[in-house]
């Protein structure tokens, strides 16, 4: 855009500059455009920022709104308020041609919210897609809207207009005055009565101040442009230029290293990282959380990068490093990461040495109690796979890792695991040369373990292709390039003459297993379809099961679907189960394969069919979030969507555990009359979205499948009791958008707000605990907005407040009481005023012993009113009174028990008066 000054913003991407903003959600206005691609921001509570809109590849900001500089999409009809020209950012449904939506429409959910939409920043530009509203964070944003309290601000001009300095005004609205733009001026009424409008955003000029903030309209945070000041080519080249990114935020990042974020010389040797380096998280999920407090805390998202390899995308002034997954970029401490090699077959490495961080750097593959036996350990890369893993071998042993667990040494003597003594290691007479000769088929059968162990390591324990306890007895009569060595080399090698030749000399090799495979399932495996092919002409057996497994499943656990259709059509058997009762299609639904799984329902296979957890394959899929997986299951008649696993988990509800936003969409649109089901009649879908903070899911729920938001579930709790036992603000805020009831009781007589402030924080001084009591205070103040009553008794008789068992979380909580009566409920039928104090004598009792500022002079209030029990007065005015300046009750003369200079004192002041 040509002009930027005058444009609304609020946090972006790449936000570091903690809470002077106002927090995620408040508004501000771009009052200058800096040189090096960097903007001055006013933010609506009067503080200012320097803000990067492209320095360095980095976005502070996001665009809220654009409609006060001018951006005009003239001729286009709005469809949700009918306007006939839409100011501001347009919204285009792809789906229908017709409609278009203003912001403001847009994000009050006016159409299908199923449906994708291209964004419009500017008449003329090409759109931008969308993803879904249904699945998309919606926050609420703050600043100056109507019903914000405001007093002059940094471009003030109006002389005492305002009443004089100090003056505090009322926004009643926006005006529509200022040329060629709109939603730049508000309308103030001061406190002698007389409106104004004054500027906030127009020209970039700003004259008001925020004192008191009210909620505006909601937005999508991920719909929103970033705002920026340079042009595409240039914020391309300012992205692949890792080094320059570096170079600007090096010394704030070395900076945060000198200040002792870094233990030892070692670690900060490990985690001196560079725009492009290969990263992995070291520690697991409960260190995480510690370690991220100051670093933008942990979400759903961030744990599902546990045992993933990231990218470094950029570093941030306070010491986060920027780390891309999958396409999402989460900041992470640095201490938390661990850089990843590249690694070469042949390279001699060092396994690290401790075991819990080997865990976790290799919780993607698995890990055996044997594995122990290589840290510390100097082995040499006798493969890399493709998925970029490495099997280490220690002289006729080998392990699968991830690099992460390898430290490049070059210069070490390799070691041999002289104790390991699993049940291979015991029977193996092969001498080294035979051991170097078989290491193609080592490296392939450490391969199949790597992916069952893969499997193992999921929530569910579930297992692939397993390792049999016994073997057929190497044939002693052939050499090594006849016999199973050779074969085996030539099968991974796709060399299908070879694999002829040798199997037309010696027959017996065709169905030879050896280490639980036999040579057509390695070449299943492996994709070698000619391979297969010429063994299934030579007579292989195509469904020899060995220890479970099939050929069938040895291409799907290899995730080779081609060579998967390829043995359907040649008679595979679909319907045979391996160690852990999972058949084909449960496989190719957890490893995404939605043409295997077609062809496989084509063939018979039950789509319902159960494993030893009682998981069905959609299940599979929703765990793996494999989406064409789910999309192809939904669609099969078959399909039993209240099927329950081991757990009394349905397809629904496991979604709603994982949090998959897109399972849960499916399923809903397939049928909803799942929606309220509860698991062993205790807890519904929605009681599991809320219990883990789901929100995306919640919406769904509420908004696609119709969901109860008020229903009751075990011990009569509610999903907003179970997201205020856990503290969820957002999904608290989720569910009271959806018409959740504040007020209901749950078998104990608990409302909402009863457990927000009741549920006792374990370490209240430390800084998780600290944020989880300004989590609760935050939803108590959205709870009692939103009607709370807080006079309400439980079966103990104690009222809401009565239930807190940290003072600070208490005093904060009466500090709001004092300062909104007007949306204070109580459940006698008062709200709002000293008339409703009165009249509850419980509320009355509830706001005693607050320590607020003397209603008269606003110094400290030291004095403690009777019968009220208020302190509101300071010692000075107490006299000077008759009635509670809070609860207007009469107070009541006791000075016999002061000392005469108190008396003297006191006297004095009201001479004075």
Known sequence: MAQRRGMRVLRGPDWDKGE???????????????????????????????????AGGKFDLRIFDSAPVGVLHSGVTCAGCENDQIYGMLWHCK??????????????????????????????????????????????????????????????????????????????????????????????????????????????????????????????????????????????????????????????????????????????????????????????????????????????????????????V?????????????????????????????????????????????????QRIGWKSEMTTALGKVGRVTRVDEDGDVVVAFGQHSFVFTPACCEPDLNASLDSLQGYTSSEAASSSKSSDESDSNDDYGVLHQEMMKLAARTLADVLGRGGLQRGGQEGRRPSSEGS?????????????????????????????????????????VACHEGQ??????????????????????????????????????????????????????????????????????????KGADVNAKDQYGDTPLVDAIEQESNEAIDMLVRVKPIDLQATNRNNFNALQYSCLKGNAYATEKILQRDSSIV?????????????????????????????????????????????????IKAHYRSVEALLESGANVNLQDEDGDTALHITLGVRVQNPESLAGRENIKQRARIACVLLTKGAYVDITNKKGAMPLQCCPHEVLRQTVKQFIVENPN????????????????????LNFLLQGLNLPCGRCMRPADITLMPCGHKTLCRSCCLLITECPLCDAPIERRLAKRSDSVQRELEEACKQM
């Open 20 to 54: 002077e903003d106002g927090g995620e959600g408040h508004v501000g206005t771009v009052t200058e455009i800096l040189m090096n691609n960097m903007v001055r921001v006013v933010w609506d509570n009067g503080k200012e920022s320097i803000c990067r809109s492209g």
């Open 95 to 312: 789906e229908c041609k017709c409609c278009n939506l203003c912001s403001l429409c847009y994000v009050m959910d006016k159409h299908d919210l199923r449906h994708e939409f291209l964004r419009y920043s500017e008449p003329g530009n090409p759109g931008e897609s969308m993803k879904k509203r249904s699945v998309s964070l919606k926050i609420r944003a703050m600043g100056i809207f109507p019903g914000a309290t405001v007093q002059r601000g940094k471009d003030w001009s109006w002389g005492d207009q305002d009443g004089g300095v100090g003056s505090v005004g009322h926004v009643e609205g926006f005006e529509d005055v200022a040329p060629n733009s709109s939603r730049n001026m508000m309308r103030v009424r001061w406190p002698k009565g007389n409106t104004n409008s004054y500027r906030l955003g127009y020209q970039g000029y700003v004259d008001l101040k925020c004192i008191e903030e009210e909620a505006g309209t909601y937005y999508y945070r991920d719909h929103l442009p970033v705002l920026s000041t340079v042009g595409v080519q240039e914020i391309r080249e300012s992205a692949a230029s890792g080094s320059n990114m570096r170079s600007l935020f090096a010394t704030n990042y070395e900076d945060e290293i000198s200040e002792g974020a870094i233990e030892s010389p070692r670690q900060k040797e490990e985690i001196k990282l560079q725009v492009g380096d290969k990263v992995t998280l070291r520690v697991g999920e409960d260190r995480l959380r510690e370690m991220q407090l100051k670093y933008g805390g942990v979400t759903a998202g961030i744990i599902k990068c546990l045992g993933k390899t990231g990218e470094v």
């Open 314 to 362: 950029g570093f941030a002034p306070n010491g986060a490093i920027s780390v891309k997954f999958n396409a999402i970029t989460y900041r992470f401490n640095p201490q938390s990461l661990l850089k990843v090699p590249q690694l070469n077959s042949g390279d001699v490495v060092r396994i690290r040495s401790d075991p819990e961080e080997m865990k976790v750097l290799n």
């Open 481 to 521: 390039d006849k016999g199973i060595d050779g074969l085996l080399r030539a099968v991974i090698k796709g060399d299908k003459d070879i694999v002829k030749s040798i199997c037309q000399s010696n027959r017996s090799l065709l169905n030879f297993v050896h280490k639980g495979m036999t040579p057509l399932m």
């Open 529 to 602: 379809q000619e391979v297969a092919k010429a063994l299934l002409e030579l007579g292989a057996e195509i469904n020899r099961v060995e220890n479970g497994s099939t050929a069938l499943m040895a291409a799907l656990e290899g995730k080779k679907e081609k060579m998967a259709l390829f043995l359907l059509e040649k008679g595979a058997d679909p319907h045979l189960r391996n160690n852990k009762k999972r058949n084909a299609i449960h496989l190719a639904a957890y490893h995404n394969m939605p043409e295997a799984i077609k062809a496989l329902v084509l």
């Open 676 to 724: 309220d089901k509860k698991m062993d009649e205790k807890f519904s879908a929605l009681h599991i979205a809320a219990n883990n903070d789901h929100v995306e899911c919640i919406r769904l729920l509420v908004k696609t499948g119709k969901a109860n938001v008020n229903i009751v579930g075990d011990k009569r709790l509610t999903p907003l009791h179970l997201a205020c």
């Open 823 to 842: 949306v204070i409920k109580q459940r006698g039928g008062g709200s709002g005023g000293t008339a409703a104090q009165r009249a509850s004598p419980g």
